[in-house]
């Protein structure tokens, strides 16, 4: 295979992103899209130049010139577009959160290696370059005993929601809520540098419709601990920062590091990252890319591993807050 010919589900903004990221790649062509509806898939694809529409998700599966689909529906439905994409014998970049649950996530990876399909969590920092900065260089702040990594950020969804809408960010129906859309950037890359940890407490702030606005979670190493803060009820300006007996490194955002500081005791403080020549989201893409032409069906830097143990991860601080969504139930 030389070339990779794209399925997009879901017609919002980030599947926008994801084309746009796709241009700087020649080896991507983006085929076709599917739509619930004929009027925003041909508006989408007019837009963003695409040859064809689907409204109807197995007809796009049949289509044998499509190598790959990316997944950008709400969570809730991931697992039914991989697994039925993956019964059609696609190659997988779904959006993060891979599933609702573990139980979902263990039975597509199942199946994915089974079919010896390469299946990828779209979590776009860990194939940045600035993030490899930050591993390259957590050997200089010696031992790590405390780790913040705080994502807030005010949802444009929420206004809405107090006004009594049901988006779908804010919805239990669509496995959604501030850890699932948010606190998963900070979790990805503690559980990726430091392991699993020994235990966790964590708290959330939570709405009227039982879903979290915003939540806290302290991870216990017992060598060190792990601050994770993250909401979609308001903005924060504070960055996050891992820091070690020798010094700390200071990150401006988890989700997607651009500018990293590491700052050593006795030494000046130096930028060790700043700026990126693509989108952030270029790097995951070009991995998934990169890894699907040497003809491999696992990521390196997005193992399957990583991938359980923060699925894991959200599971529990879902079980100890008592945030349930409906496909909890169905497996
Ligand atoms: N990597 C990132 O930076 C990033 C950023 C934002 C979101 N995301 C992820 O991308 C995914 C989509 O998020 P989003 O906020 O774009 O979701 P969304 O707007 O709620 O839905 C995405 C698409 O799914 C379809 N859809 C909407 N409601 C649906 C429903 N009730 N049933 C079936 N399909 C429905 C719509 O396409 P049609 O109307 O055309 O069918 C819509 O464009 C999520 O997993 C999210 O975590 C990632």
Redesign the pocket.
Known sequence: MSQIKFGI???????K?FIMACKDIPEILIYG?????EE??SQ?AKEMNIPHVFTNYKAMLETEDIDAVY????????FEHVDLALEYHKHIL????FTSNSKELNCLIEKAKDKKFLMME???PLAMPTYHTIKENLNKIGEVRKIVFNFCQYSSKYPAFLKGEN???FNP??S?GAL??IG?YCIYPCIDLFGMPKSMKCNANKLANGIDGSGSILFDYQDKEAVIMYSKMNDSSLGSEIMGELGSMFIDHI??PTRIELRQKGKESEIISEGLKYD??YYEVREFTDVLLEGKTESDKYSYKLSCGVMSVLDEVRRQVQVIFPADKSL
């Open positions: 589900v879901g017609t919002s903004p980030i599947a992103k899209v599917y739509s619930r509806t925003m898939g989408f997944v950008a529906s709400p969570n809730a439905y991931h779904c959006e993060k959160p779209a979590m776009k988006p779908n960010i129906e669509f959604a699932m859309d998963i989700s997607s952030p989201m």
